[in-house]
Nanobody
């Protein structure tokens, strides 16, 4: 399974942005998918995940209420809608996937990342 993230860019604080992750090389319809992010000088951190049916989602406290994860299994694509963006949301966002869910979540597959920069 290969994951390709896209849609990052430069926005201003308070703006919205949607990033996407397309999966190829397999049907990820039964996988857990989600996003991590890594800001300069910091460790990669969990952002959100969604189970294959879309009925179960988890968010980090830092994005809860502002970000929404969704998926389109017919397109093998997961989306991250980011609203009310803050400068501290600036990071490279990585798409990830796994066959099973775990705590903490440890994905087996990673995308290449897409840069999101929020200016103040």
């Amino acid at each position: 399974v290969q994951l390709q993230a896209s849609g990052g860019g430069l926005v201003q604080a308070g703006d919205s942005l949607r990033i996407s992750c397309a999966a190829t090389g397999g049907n990820v319809g039964n996988y857990v998918m989600g996003w991590f992010r890594q800001a300069p000088g910091l460790e990669r951190e969990f952002v959100t995940l969604i189970r294959w049916s879309g009925s179960l989602t988890y968010y980090s406290d830092s994005v809860k209420g502002r970000f929404t994860v969704s998926r389109d299994n017919a397109k093998n694509t997961v989306y991250l809608q980011m609203n009310s963006l803050k400068p501290e949301d600036t990071a490279v966002y990585y798409c990830a996937a796994s066959r099973v869910i775990s705590t903490p979540w440890k994905p087996n597959y990673w995308g290449q990342g897409t840069q999101v920069t929020v200016s103040s």
